[in-house]
């Protein structure tokens, strides 16, 4: 590629905040945390975000002579096997986010057409049904080509990043113009309390910061990637941590703990969006209709590309012989049909299970955010381990951010507890809150239980393709 046709700095950094950065974020954990959660971002940005976001840089560094991603990264820290492992539970981890996406779409456009929300408790099970629903036409979508699509999820990404900034524009200046504070912010309220609930939703912070290793692919489409990458990995970072500890104050600006309490997971970031534009005198339906219409048809698009980019970037990263030949064959247009379908079916599996045992639809869209949340620490948790060694190795680019062993190796223990924290965290009330034995099993299976099957799968998946390569080898010699 051309120099002057590659990313320049701030097409880097808004290349990593657009897909990290998301509103209903801030949303889900204000309604969980309260005011906690203001401090809460600010030290998980700290502690957890930037120290991954600077391992990301310097392992990007290490590698812009090759294909980039978290395969190559993974690979130089721990081997091939690691570096499948780490892969592949990132794969896992999508499949566990499009159920995740599938589910909300339906909500986004009852918001769009009704400016509410139609769905409740009595017909909640219409969520995975339609979740499913959406998910074979995604797919068939995606099958026939997606390029069509990359415009209106760039334009509809602007859009929603702009009502963003507005929000938190407005917010600030009615407050400064006389609009009084809905919540009562103090330090006693912003000081966390360390108990279940807060560790059971501490993953959903962690969750929320996902996002910077997709730049790592794109390295060696940026200009002087050496110096551009590592900075626009750092500003990116900043951006997105200010944005969430921002955001976090003006939504208690706006809505108080108890009204986003009521609104739940499903509609707080409507509900606030509705309030704001009543206290500058706007009709608050039509504003929030506006605001979801274009977050549906954004979702829409975004995820019918987001549908096929994982496992592409899975199957061009991963070695010859490790998945079937069914999973990786193409059409005349380098589509992964095969590999789209079974991903879908098995997405649609994972959409329906909650049906099972569904109660309401606040309990349904809590655990398909813990699921979402605790399946994508597990990589990020192989990557801190990865890094260090990495490290330990004597192996860095010319970027290198920690300078000494010290340095290096407390972020990387910084980085691994957390996303062991993350992990655990996400089923623990779940489990705290079995009244017997044998509904807290249900549980951990419920929650811990498809991650780390379809991760044990996918080892099996790829040790016997592998055996099965080797003895074709054999035979061909002996022939």
């Known amino acids: 590629m051309e120099e002057n046709n590659k990313l320049g700095f701030w097409s880097l950094v808004m290349l990593i905040f657009v897909p990290t950065f998301g509103f209903t974020n801030i949303t889900n954990n204000a309604v969980y945390l309260g005011p906690a959660a203001i401090p809460s971002w600010f030290l998980i940005a700290l502690f957890y975000f930037l120290p ?13 002579n090759e294909t980039g991603g978290i395969y190559t990264w993974i690979k130089s820290g721990l081997g091939n096997k690691w570096a499948f492992i780490g892969t592949w539970s990132y794969f896992i981890a999508n499949l566990f986010y499009l159920q995740f996406v599938f589910s909300r779409i339906p909500v986004f456009a009852s918001w769009a057409l009704f400016g509410e929300n139609r769905f409740n408790n009595s017909n909640t099970y219409m ?26 999820s760039d334009i509809g990404g602007k859009f929603t990043l702009g009502a963003t900034v507005l929000f938190i524009l407005f917010a600030i200046v009615g407050f400064f113009k006389g609009t009084p504070s809905a919540s009562e912010v103090t330090i006693e309220k912003m000081i966390p309390e360390f108990n279940v609930t807060y560790f059971a ?24 990637a ?26 208690f600006l706006v809505a108080s703990p108890e009204a986003l ?47 096929e980019s994982p496992i592409k970037a899975m199957f061009s990263e991963v070695p010859e012989n490790i998945f079937p030949k069914l999973l990786t064959k193409t059409d005349e247009k380098g589509s992964l049909i095969n590999a789209l379908w079974i991903q879908a079916l098995v997405v649609i599996i994972l959409i329906a299970i909650p049906l099972l045992g569904l109660e309401s639809i606040d309990g349904f869209f809590k655990l398909i955010t813990d699921l979402s949340a605790l399946s994508l620490v597990l990589p990020y948790l192989i990557i801190g381990f990865a890094y ?13 951010f920690f300078k000494t062993k010290t340095a290096y190796m407390t972020a990387s223990v910084i980085v691994i507890l957390f996303s062991l924290a993350g992990f655990f965290g996400a089923g623990l009330d779940y489990v705290i809150g079995a009244e017997t034995t044998g509904e807290a099993v249900k549980s951990i299976l419920m929650t811990y239980g498809g991650p780390l099957i379809l991760v044990i799968v996918g080892i099996i998946l790829k040790d016997f393709n592998l055996k099965r390569a080797a003895l074709a080898a054999q035979k061909n010699m002996k022939s």
């Open 388 to 400: 260090m060694n990495f490290r330990l190795k004597g192996l860095e680019g010319e970027y290198t």
């Open 226 to 251: 050496k110096k551009t990458f590592p900075r626009g990995v750092i500003m990116a970072t900043i951006l997105i941590a200010a944005s969430y500890v921002i955001g976090s104050a003006t939504v």
């Open 127 to 152: 969520l995975p049904l339609i979740g499913i629903l959406m998910c074979i036409l995604l797919t068939w979508i995606a099958t026939k080509g997606v390029e069509k699509f990359s415009k209106i």
């Open 52 to 64: 991954m976001a600077i391992m990301f840089a310097e392992l990007a560094d290490a590698h812009t």
């Open 261 to 307: 309490s009521d609104a739940g997971l499903k509609d707080a970031s409507f509900v606030v969006y509705k309030v704001l534009a009543q206290n500058w005198g706007l009709n608050g339906k039509i504003i929030v209709q506006i605001y979801a219409l274009i977050l549906t048809i954004t979702s829409i698009a975004a995820y019918t590309l987001w549908i």
């Open 201 to 224: 939703t501490f993953s959903w912070l962690l969750f929320a910061v996902a996002g910077a290793e997709v730049g790592g692919t794109y390295i060696d489409k940026v200009k002087n």
